[in-house]
């Protein structure tokens, strides 16, 4: 082993173990519930060809602090996208095409907070995550020429993003997320934090 080599490791196993309980982040056998909105397009679905609008997607996640730096959980997401077609000479050709569906999935975070901001309340953390999608596309049956269309889609995906989350309270915070997974998205929220008792140590 060179010295170059032994010198990283040795620099990357000091970070690590300087690593101490910190505010704002997830800290070991501790709890964080979120709950917010996403633009949705980094998941795998069947885009509309005209939308009203971005697709609008919930979200619900949970992460259990397995030690001062690394947390799990599950994620649930519900999506939903809408068409509308109006014909300003022929009303009753109006229609509505509708994809919506779910995905769940488990999510990983490294968190850096515990050696960048020990004393405040942020968390600056990455993320990786691995899930299923199932979604329904349904055409309007007013469109005649297009309700064969309606289609059922399963797939499963992974990816990645980076978040910083900051709390105003001290088991309440705000969350922002950007993320890569089919495409380019952005999430944010509220993270709930059920922490330790103050007169428990952190081993």
Known sequence: MTFSVRMFLSAVLIFVLKATASVGQINKKELSIGLGLASGNGHPVYRLPESDSGINTAT????????????????????????????????????????????????????????????????LYFTGFYGYTYRSVVYDKKNIYRDDFNTKIHDTYFGGLVGLSYNFLPKIGLYGEVGFSKKLFLGAGVRFLIKKSENQSNP
């Open 60 to 123: 619900l996640f949970a992460e259990y602090g397995i030690g001062k730096l690394f947390s799990v959980g599950p994620y649930l997401l519900y999506s939903r996208e809408v068409a509308t077609y109006v014909d300003p000479y022929y009303p009753a050709l109006n229609s509505k095409d509708v994809n919506s569906g779910f995905d769940a999935g488990m999510r990983g975070s490294f968190h850096t907070s515990s050696f960048l901001f020990t004393k405040l309340n942020g968390d």
